[in-house]
């Protein structure tokens, strides 16, 4: 029972609804469309909004207004609808907002190769908007991650009051697969904490610099304020260096100190091998398939798949690294994991980028060609 | 509300915080009277505010605050109104925020959302040094028209009705009945607009030498009306949405799922692709295969290829059928290849060539080939589709594979077509099945291997 053929986006639009999302808006845009279509046929259905923005900046404007009344959001565009989203990313950083964002990532820059996959958007989603504070990245490699890390991004963003991306891909979004939901394993729903009614409104009152501040709905019993200005516990906008430090701080330490929380990954270790490789979305599929090629060959291959891409999963990434003297990245761009990877490990690790971004997939052959033979 | 309020105003963090004489001032409090008129719980109010001083607003008063970036409020008090809509919303924006936000003014009139919208228009960009916006009236002197605005200064009102607005009204902070019109405004059930003309005592009042009667005189030199521009109430959109959307009742139809009931003959991962053109129902007839593989226990991907081009052009499906895990999604070896029109042929061109002996080519017969080692099966797809449908050339052609190849049976992919096409489609569909399948006992035309090219 439960066998189905679907495509990534059909998979997000399913996991956001699992995860109680009552609120979408969108923009139209290749190659993320089918996400809207999806939420504009079924919210309403279960008693939730969508709508169609009139532009990229009206569509999260319009989340991030109902992510403060209390509405679990999600919105999707692709890569140049992601620097429309730009500014209001960094209003939801600031106003501590739980919002989840697909960025069904095409070939770029610019209009680029519309209808055709890429991930040039890493560094990117990594720093979206002006300030340079941490961010939560996910990204599926199949059909059925698609459903659970959407699901998850939205417990994250719960949890943490943050903006939380899923980076995913032309290649995963419009690719239908076999898959089975009812046996994808989820975790138990969260929702955010609010604060009880009464007292005064203290809407960023910090119990610890890296605890996230119990939230009050617009509309709900408990006066609150949201803004896009520096603010105190209360609020208010203020221009005192001690308190707007401590708000930054709280940015940082709510989702740096969860690094552990946040990492998913799948590892796939050999004993004795030297050679790892560390990937990341479709890609990932390919170095399953050039493993198993080189396992059969008699060579000793491990590989690490990241799920999370931010925060850098670090303790992952040094556990597998023990005894590697060879790096693999392969990536659908022209390198851009692979430099936070370079800025963690021993300098006598070889590490070398396996990259092209003409569209097409990275094929196992490229990966053991240039990658892991070259 | 057990006591009357008396004020929506707090002195918290002290007095309103703008110059002596700023128009802003006089404005909040007229929003203050209107708001003791009309005696809203303060927690089912939210004031929104945009950019510049105005921005400076929304803490002042016991209601919830909101402030968010330049020129968006509107969006941000529509995404609050929709998700709560039992939420009195009001926004506080400058006339630089109608400028920057222009196309969510347009498109909140538009709609017809529920908010209340108060442009506090002093003509100029009062908290980063004065210079013009799209209000500032012609000729006048700030920063950035040093010899004077050569732009015309936008109709708020106008612009905002052309656009749909049910309710906008233009008026002064001099005005007495302000409190009033804004009490009348909030009580719309629509979008409403209130364009308010004030000073910006800091800037634009000292070049331009403006007083209250100038502001009259503008008016009245540029045709804007003064009062009610426009009062033709229509139906919410976010009561629209609810009354015509929002199903509960309906349980929701769940998802129709496959289960295993026909044996394959694959003993490997198979690549199957099919090239058709863009309208030709390429990827539908491609899914439905694929769901018939899944119907006879395999695991199938499609991963499709398509121009930006909707109905011209090239599409492109390519299938893998495995009785394992798919990872891989790309083919790199084609076991069949199914190529039904001459936009699939210009884009897969090359890819053809290439194919290897160990592949089968199913091809419209009329369809020019280039050299290649594949074993090359030519059939009448296009005449035969034709008798049935034009559109069903795709499950023609891939009927001819199943029949040929044995690689599923037959029924497994009528079993597809019957659960996931409607009645009308899949009556289509099945009458195609038939006829690609017959292609194969009629008259298969194996192509001698070597081909001059």
Known sequence: ?374 | MSSVIDTYLTDEIGPLPFCPGCGHDPLLKALDEALVTLQPDPAKTVIVTDIGCIGLSDRYFTTHGFHGLHGRSITYACGMKLARPELTVIVLMGDGGCGIGGAHLLNVARRNIDITLLVANNFNYGMTGGQHSVSTPLSGITPTTPMGNLEGAMDLCETATAAGAGWAYRGTTFDKDLPDRIAEAITQPGFSLLDIWEMCTAYYVLRNKLKKKDLMDIMGRNNFKYGLVANNTRPEYGSQYRATYVDTATPERKPRTIEIKFDNNVTRQTGIVIAGSAGQKIRSAAGLFAQSSMYSGLSATQKVDYPNTVMTGHSVSEIIISPERINYTAIDTVDYFVLVSEDGLKNTKSRIEKLPSTCTLYVEKSLKLPHTEAEIIRLPLMATAKKVNRLSIGIVALAALVKDSGIINLDAFAEAIAAFQNPAAAEISLRALDAGSALIQAGKEVEPMIVSS
């Open chain 1, 1 to 374: 029972m439960g066998l189905e053929f679907i495509e990534g986006n059909e998979a997000i639009a399913r996991g956001a609804l699992k995860a109680n999302c009552n609120f979408f808006a969108g923009y139209p845009i290749s190659p993320s469309s089918s996400i809207a279509h999806h939420m504009l046929n079924k919210l309403p259905r279960v008693g939730g909004v969508a709508i169609q923005g009139e532009d990229e900046i009206a569509s999260i404007g319009l989340c991030i207004g109902a992510a403060m009344t209390g509405a679990k959001v999600l919105t999707a565009t692709s890569g140049p609808g992601m620097s429309l989203y730009s500014e209001n990313i960094g209003l939801a950083v600031s106003g501590e907002t739980p919002l989840v964002i697909v960025n069904v990532q095409r070939q770029g820059p610019a209009i680029g190769s519309s209808t055709k996959g890429a991930e040039g958007d890493i560094l990117f989603t990594r720093w979206c908007t002006s300030g340079g504070l941490p961010m939560i990245v996910l990204s599926p490699s199949t059909v059925s991650e698609a459903y659970e890390l959407t699901y998850r991004a939205f417990n994250l963003a719960e949890k943490y009051r943050t903006p939380v991306f899923l980076l995913t891909n032309k290649e995963i979004g419009l690719t239908r697969e076999s898959v089975n939901l009812e046996r994808v394993e989820l975790p138990q729903l969260v929702d955010r904490t609010r604060s009880t009614i009464g007292g005064s409104c203290l809407p960023y009152r910090l119990k610890a610099l890296h605890e996230v501040p119990e939230f009050a709905d617009i509309g709900g019993g408990q006066i609150t304020r949201f803004t896009t200005s520096s603010h105190d516990e209360a609020g208010y906008f203020t221009s005192n260096p001690k308190v707007i430090q401590k708000m930054i701080d709280h940015y940082a330490a709510k989702i740096e100190s969860a690094e552990e929380d946040i990492a998913l990954f799948k590892q796939d270790i050999e004993v004795g091998a030297e050679i790892l490789i560390i990937s990341y979305g479709i890609t990932s599929r390919s170095v399953v398939v050039a493993v198993k090629k080189m396992r059969e060959q008699g060579y000793k291959v491990s590989s690490l798949t990241l799920q999370s891409l931010y925060p850098v999963p670090r303790i992952a990434l040094s556990k597998a690294l023990v005894g590697i003297k060879r790096i693999v990245v392969p990536e659908m761009n022209m390198g851009q994991y692979i430099q936070e990877i370079q800025r963690l490990i021993p300098a006598e690790v070889e590490v070398i980028g396996v990259n092209k971004m003409d569209t097409t997939l990275l094929s196992p052959d490229e990966i053991i060609e240039r990658g892991i033979l070259s």
